[in-house]
């Protein structure tokens, strides 16, 4: 037995799996939050990514900046009920190319933004007012950001139908 195969054996096991599979209300509200959470997390981080890009140009990107705690706190959302969904069925997501793509993404979105904090981009944009450009890392950054946010939602709506898991 492999040691995905014995991971999946021990979360299917836990009380994470059996409140997933036995509560008929658990799947649905962590469908509900996981949405809410993909709405706050894409929907700052990608006004923060089109306003670097040059959108909006009319808006402060510390405006924009003020509310990352926001996408956050979806992205929080998103972590502990995709943690049920993994836990309800773990075989059919952890063997799925899609999921482990989709997880891909997610780690490379996190070193994006991690570049993006660490290289000192996010204090030079912090600056900028209105109707000012980003410099050209941070557009790249953003470029980056976009698709691979588009790419997790993408990946995450076919993990039925890409792979043979489900």
């Avoid at 021990?10 to 509560?23: E, G, M, N, R, V």
């Avoid at 990608?46 to 705690?69: A, N």
């Avoid at 773990?90 to 996190?110: S, V």
């Avoid at 557009?139 to 043979?164: E, T």
């Amino acid at each position: 037995m492999s040691l995905l195969d014995s991971f999946s054996t021990w979360l299917k096991a836990s009380p994470l799996s059996y409140a997933a599979t036995h509560y008929e209300w658990v799947w649905p509200l962590c469908q509900i939050l996981h949405f809410a959470g993909l709405v706050m997390l894409v929907g700052i981080v990608g006004l923060l990514d089109l306003r670097m890009l040059g959108l909006g140009k009319g808006l402060r990107i510390s405006s924009i900046s003020r509310m990352v705690p926001v996408g956050v706190l979806g992205f929080c959302l998103n972590l502990a009920t995709g943690a049920v969904f993994v836990a309800g069925d773990p075989l059919h997501y952890l063997q799925n190319p899609a999921f482990q793509f989709k997880m891909a993404f997610i780690a490379a979105a996190g070193l994006n933004v991690g570049m993006f904090y660490v290289s000192g981009l996010a204090r030079r944009t912090e600056g900028l007012g209105q109707d000012e450009e980003a410099p050209v890392g941070a557009k790249c950054v953003a470029v980056v950001s976009l698709v691979l946010w588009v790419g997790v939602m993408y990946l995450g709506r076919m993990l039925p139908f890409l792979g043979n898991s489900f």
